[in-house]
Structures are given as structure tokens and as C-alpha cells.
């Protein structure tokens, strides 16, 4: 049971382009929604990550878009590069309880940026 | 500063056959996890520790067991190995409940 959906499987762009990344989540308890910028060969770093009591956070190019009422997130990355081809995973966490900061993974997104 | 270290990095099983994975933190983490990444699924948790000593299942534990005998330690175990183990397996830790750090994974076939 996939309780976070990401779409697309895969986008290609051209240089200064803005790919967009969406995701839909099921559970209403999720309350951190952050991004994994994952290299070929690499594990998974935290690229940017946002809370339900803002609508948009913006981190150098990056920016999460978010949609409480909807539940649905996504991410945009301004002037995109070669270098930021990459597969992006959004997940999703809740606070409270035992959850332990367990997060739900999206299926992920293969960005590739042409030069 | 290391962070998460995995090894080994490449690992051919044959079915039915046993095998550790170690991942080793040098942060003082509290929180350690294991996941599998298979194409179009993205990463699922396997089992994860709050602290030393123990242990907890995740969303697909089944095949797997886990140990954290020691703080920075967690070795995830193949008891008997399967072809739909075959997979990529990382390991993360985390002191905030946010922030994972993730190792560079460890790629197993299991033929």
C-alpha cells in the first residue's frame, strides 16, 4: 500500500527549464514533507523539506509548493542544470507517537536535465 | 567524518544462503533504519532501532532480521536468501527524527 504517490517516473528538460515534481499523500497525520536529491551510485541526502503550516518554501533553486487541503506537494527547480539529473524522492513523516520519524518514500523521479 | 558506512558495497548471493549487511555511524545517532530501493517503489523500510539494544519492524520486515548491539552498529541479516531479495539496501540514521543520513548502499543479487 503505497500511502505517498509521485509522479512523474521520469522527466527530461532542457537547460533553464523548470521540471516540477508532484506528489499525493493519503494520511492526514503526515506532518514533514521533505525531498531526497539522489546521485547514481549514492545514497539519498536531504535536498529540502517543508511543514503543513506553510504553503511554499524556497531554498536557493528549489522550491516545495503546499497544498494542505488537497495533500498533495510538489517540488520545482528554477533554472535547471546538468547537474542536478538526479532521481528526487519525496517522503513523508508524522511527529507524533512512536512514529520515530519513519518516512514514506514516493516512488521517485528520474530528472534528466540536457545541456 | 565518515557518516553512514555500508558494507560491503556489491554482494552475489545463491539461493538460500545467509548474509549480514553492516552499517556503522560515527554521529551519536539514536535512530538507525533499513531500507530496500527496487525500481518504480522507491525505498521501503525494512526495520529501524531507536536505540541501542532495540530493534522494530517496518513495512516489509519479512526474510530480515535486524541486531543493534551497539550504538552505532546495525547489521541487517539474510537468514535464507531469495531471488526477490535481489535489491539495493541502504542504511540511514537520524538524531532529529527528520534529517536521515543515508550510506552509499550496498547492491545484492541474489541469483
Known amino acids: 500500500q503505497q500511502q505517498v504517490k509521485q509522479s512523474p517516473q521520469s522527466l527530461i528538460v532542457q537547460k533553464g527549464g523548470i521540471p516540477i515534481i508532484n506528489c499525493a499523500y493519503e494520511n492526514t497525520a503526515f506532518d514533514y514533507f521533505p525531498w531526497y536529491q539522489q546521485f547514481p551510485g549514492k545514497g539519498p541526502a536531504l535536498l529540502i523539506a517543508?511543514?503543513?503550516?506553510?504553503s511554499e518554501k524556497k531554498e536557493g533553486r528549489f522550491t516545495i509548493s503546499f497544498n494542505k487541503s488537497a495533500k498533495q506537494f510538489s517540488l520545482h527547480i528554477m533554472d535547471s542544470q546538468p547537474g542536478d539529473s538526479a532521481t528526487y524522492f519525496c517522503a513523508a513523516s508524522s511527529a507524533g507517537g512512536t512514529s520515530y520519524g519513519k518516512l514514506t518514500f514516493g516512488q521517485g523521479t528520474i530528472l534528466t536535465v540536457h545541456p | 567524518n565518515a557518516g553512514v558506512t555500508q558494507t560491503p558495497k556489491f554482494r552475489v548471493l545463491k539461493t538460500g544462503q545467509s548474509m549480514t549487511l553492516l552499517c556503522a555511524q560515527d554521529?551519536?545517532?539514536?535512530?538507525m533504519y533499513w531500507y530496500r530501493q527496487d525500481p518504480g517503489m522507491g525505498l521501503r523500510l525494512i526495520h529501524y532501532s531507536v536505540g541501542e539494544g532495540t530493534t522494530a519492524k517496518g513495512e516489509v520486515p519479512d526474510g530480515y532480521n535486524v541486531s543493534r548491539l551497539k550504538k552505532q552498529n546495525f547489521l541487517l541479516g539474510l537468514e535464507s536468501a531469495a531471488p526477490s531479495q535481489t535489491s539495493v539496501y541502504f542504511c540511514a540514521s537520524s538524531y532529529s527524527l527528520n534529517i536521515q543520513y543515508f550510506g552509499a548502499g550496498t547492491r545484492l543479487s541474489v541469483l
Open positions: 554521529m551519536n545517532h539514536e535512530y
Open positions: 517543508i511543514r503543513p503550516d506553510v
